[in-house]
């Protein structure tokens, strides 16, 4: 059955903080991975990876991919309170499906 | 609008009721995709639609669970007979791409909650 799992399931840093959170997947016909904010609303798209060992960033927030080893890790360095989301993995697969992980819960404090 | 968009953002219903959630997707996005999020777990893909055809419905959890999109744009997810179970955050997103799982804007949700 596939699957993503993300660690840890929640977090509580202080702002300034960087944190590091982890994804793992078992999925066949795997085609990408992709990462999302959700704050109380709809979940926002971060990054979409597919090659291994290419880093994506968009400022303090930075994503890698290994294919070999099926995860991926999304860095946010010197957090800030907006920060404070859940944050999901998810992967897409060749016949078009999408499977989430359960998310990282990310509490910054101020 | 700019966004996908649902209604109504929230609704209650007695157990047994039936309810009924609109997705009005992005202008010209063919691919159209329902997700059911429970509290504290991921969106879980309920169905997919590629225009008006429904292209894949085996996430549906029961014969309870029925969606459609007639002329390819709107989409509604009707919840018959409704089950405390049923209580989640409701999820459409929209893709103009055909497939495009990974490629979806999502609309804020529609909150159910059944008494």
């Known amino acids: 059955e596939d699957k993503v799992v993300q660690s840890p399931l929640s977090l509580v840093v202080h702002e300034g903080d960087t944190v590091t959170l982890n994804c793992s997947y078992e999925?066949?016909?795997?085609?990408?991975l992709l990462w999302y904010k959700q704050e109380k609303k709809a979940p926002t798209f971060l990054f979409m990876l597919?090659?291994?060992?290419i880093e994506k960033k968009s400022g303090r927030l930075s994503s890698i991919l290994d294919k070999k080893e099926l995860f991926s890790i999304l860095n946010i360095t010197a957090t800030q309170t907006g920060d404070s989301a859940i944050y999901l993995c998810?992967?897409?697969?060749?016949?078009?499906?999408?499977?989430f992980g359960k998310g990282t819960r990310l509490h910054i404090l101020p | 609008g700019a966004g996908v968009s649902q209604s109504p953002r929230y609704k209650v219903a007695k157990r047994g009721q039936d309810v009924a959630l609109r997705c009005d997707p992005i202008s010209g996005h063919v691919s159209l995709f329902w997700y059911q999020q429970a509290l504290g777990q991921g969106p879980e893909f309920l169905t997919y639609?590629?225009?008006?055809?429904?292209?894949?419905k085996s996430g549906l959890p029961s014969d309870r669970f029925f969606a459609e999109r007639p002329e390819g744009s709107v989409s509604t997810l009707k919840i018959q007979r409704t089950q405390q179970e049923d209580s989640a955050v409701y999820l459409c997103?929209?893709?103009?791409?055909?497939?495009?799982?990974?490629?979806?804007?999502f609309g804020p949700g529609t909150r159910l909650t059944v008494l």
């Open positions: 597919t090659s291994s060992g």
């Open positions: 997103a929209s893709s103009f791409y055909l497939g495009g799982a990974d490629t979806q804007y």
């Open positions: 998810a992967v897409g697969t060749r016949d078009d499906k999408i499977i």
């Open positions: 999925v066949t016909n795997f085609r990408s």
């Open positions: 639609f590629q225009n008006e055809a429904q292209l894949d």
